[in-house]
Nanobody
Framework: QVQLVESGGGLVQPGGSLRLSCAAS????????MNWHRQAPGKGREWVAS????????TYADSVKGRFTISRDNVKDTVYLQMNSLKPEDTAVYYC?????????WGQGTRVTVSS
């Protein structure tokens, strides 16, 4: 079955960096676009970034453009989110997501807290 396992979250000071990872299994990873979303305390889930399957074309929410970078390793079946210049408003639980055969799959999330 499809499984997504995020890691790499934690507490970081404003201006700092973190790299999140999402290890995927149960599907042909290289054939599917991958996404990161986040959910801040008391708010709905919002899309953060996506990367296509073949060319690795990336797209970003305006709120993270220029600071976050999504990438993928089709050998390790892992998608990454490099987060730089973090702000307190980036505090959220971050989820990776994939749509396989008309079903959305989500990981359990990894918490990122940006605070001094």
């Amino acid at each position: 079955q499809v499984q997504l396992v995020e890691s790499g979250g934690g507490l970081v000071q404003p201006g700092g960096s973190l790299r999140l990872s999402c290890a995927a299994s149960g599907f042909t990873f290289s054939s599917y676009a991958m996404n990161w979303h986040r959910q801040a305390p008391g708010k709905g889930r919002e899309w953060v970034a996506s990367i296509t399957s073949s060319r690795g074309t990336t797209t970003y929410a305006d709120s993270v453009k220029g600071r976050f970078t999504i990438s993928r390793d089709n050998v390790k079946d892992t998608v990454y989110l490099q987060m730089n210049s973090l702000k307190p408003e980036d505090t959220a639980v971050y989820y990776c997501n994939v749509w396989v055969r008309n079903v959305h799959y989500w990981g359990q999330g990894t918490r990122v807290t940006v605070s001094s």
